[in-house]
């Protein structure tokens, strides 16, 4: 059994084709809807953050929508699309197909050295048990690997890859030697498109007492070159796990989680330059931070009335310090927030999404901050179209 995260069959309870609204006076913060899917050949239920490029542009994934195949849910396989810098103008750079292709993108993107688009897949590939995939300045998506799933390799990659020194790393929600996810690495041969690249698996969750079930929030990388991330599940609670994946390979458990004081930390960490480590957990609802050997205290917790509820993304932290992120649910609306925690434990939340409201609900993925200090994010479900949308914080 998978961890007892926000799936999305969870997180789309309750479609609503609401109004067109695109800022919320009562809040200090104006919120601006950019794009409103549709699930048609745009694509529909972006899970994940976005991410930018040299230029500005603004690229995405987008879970449903595109083309429909027997084996892909929520009428679509997904997308890859792209907003433009500037105008925000909206291109579908793929659509996938599932079978030897992907199928239902559920995490951010990353942007290689080499500009291309770096991605993975939940289904699809070989054995339909997901991909990763790079789609090139011109367009052209190939896929890189197919998981094999089994006791030899993983299956269902929910999380985004990371690139360290040429390689790439990730994790698999499923599959490995205890069926419960794994880290891996991918190391390439040759150059451009006729690299060819070589999996092999790093680690297995679901021993005694380790972690189980990677999902959402990836790995992050530290100056030394050690990853960290979380698991939604094992440890002695099953309430999860903090992580770290040493640079000689070697994978050790931080933390293990209590649900009564913090659990279920889905959306992985961030580490700042003195090497602090930052997440959350999603039940009940936490901003922690942990020192590199994995002690652990309580930054925030949600629940207030107006506050937030259930985070599930990655924290963004700017210079000064502050962490941005978003909830699920909760806020004065009740569609979810998008929140600031400053240095001093300050939390304000920033915007509050009504339940379904054309400017969209349920941020389930997180914030990245463009060059002015405005915050872009999506929204899995609301918009004209009940879908999704891309919107705009600006502070």
Not at 19 to 24: G, K, S, V
Not at 201 to 221: C, E, Q, R
């Amino acid at each position: 059994m998978k961890s007892p995260s926000m799936s999305p069959l969870f997180l789309a309870f309750a479609f609503g084709i609401g109004w067109l609204c695109p800022t919320n006076a009562t809040m200090a913060s104006t919120v601006t809807t950019l794009y409103t899917f549709t699930n048609g050949a745009d694509g529909g239920l972006p899970s994940a953050a976005l991410v930018a490029d040299r230029e500005g542009n603004l690229y995405g994934t987008a879970w449903g929508g595109g083309i429909s195949a027997p084996t892909c849910e929520f009428d679509g396989c997904g997308t890859v699309f792209k907003l433009a810098a500037g105008s925000y103008s909206f291109t579908v750079l793929h659509s996938f197909a599932s079978g030897l292709d992907g199928g239902k993108p559920w995490a951010p993107l990353i942007v290689g050295r080499d500009g291309a688009l770096y991605g993975t897949t939940e289904h699809g590939g070989t054995a339909d048990h997901g991909t990763i995939f790079a789609i090139n300045r011109a367009g052209h998506e190939t896929v890189i690997y197919s998981f094999q799933g089994g006791s030899s390799d993983g299956s269902e990659p929910e999380a985004p890859v990371i690139f360290k020194n040429g390689d790439l790393y990730g994790l698999t929600s499923d599959g490995g030697a205890y069926g419960e996810g794994t880290i891996f690495k991918l190391s390439p041969t040759g150059k451009g498109e006729s690299r060819t690249w070589t999996e092999s698996v790093l680690h297995s969750f679901g021993a005694p007492g380790d972690g189980a079930y990677p999902n959402y929030g990836g790995l992050t990388l530290d100056s030394a070159g050690n990853f960290y991330g979380t698991t939604g599940d094992g440890g002695r609670n099953h309430d999860g796990t903090l992580f770290k994946l040493a640079a000689d390979g070697s994978e050790t458990v931080l933390r293990v989680f209590h649900g009564t004081l913090r659990g279920i930390p889905l959306g992985g960490v961030i580490v700042d330059r003195s090497g602090a480590i930052y997440g959350t957990s999603f039940k009940p609802g936490t901003v922690f931070q942990a020192t590199p050997d994995g002690m652990l205290s309580t930054l925030h917790k949600f629940g207030a009335a107006g506050d937030g509820e259930f985070p599930e993304c990655r924290l963004l932290r700017d210079a000064g310090g502050t962490l941005f992120g978003t909830t699920v649910g909760g806020g004065s609306l009740g569609g979810g927030t998008v929140f600031e925690l400053h240095p001093d434990g300050r939390e304000r939340v920033m915007y509050s999404f009504p339940v379904d409201g054309g400017i969209g609900w349920q941020p389930i993925g997180g914030l990245i901050m463009g060059k002015s200090g405005e915050l872009y994010g999506t929204t899995f479900t609301g918009g004209a179209s009940a879908k999704g949308t891309v919107f705009v914080v600006t502070r």
